[in-house]
């Protein structure tokens, strides 16, 4: 598969990011999307895939994480963090 790519860009964490114009959605059969879908969750479990975690906020303020997300100012997955 091509993806014609219109950029590359370093973001504020100096990681390269590709911009690009189109990308197809691709439909995989069963068997070989679960397959592919055993596969990441043992590479999960394992410990090989990480998530990339650019911001957290505490649960009082999950209305300031919504509005970084909103205007997209974050890079990565947000986390609220609810304690007891």
């Known amino acids: 598969m091509h993806i014609p790519v219109t950029a590359i860009v370093t973001n504020r964490h100096g990681q390269e990011l ?3 114009c189109h990308v197809e959605p691709v439909q995989l059969p069963g068997p070989e999307l679960a397959a592919l879908t055993g596969r990441a969750f043992a590479a999960a479990a394992a410990g090989e895939l990480r998530p990339v975690i650019g911001q957290a906020f505490s649960l009082e303020h ?3 994480a919504h509005r970084a997300i909103e205007s997209r100012q974050v890079f990565g997955k947000t986390l ?3 304690t007891q």
């Open 62 to 64: 999950a209305a300031a």
């Open 80 to 82: 609220l963090a609810v």
């Open 18 to 20: 590709l911009g690009c």
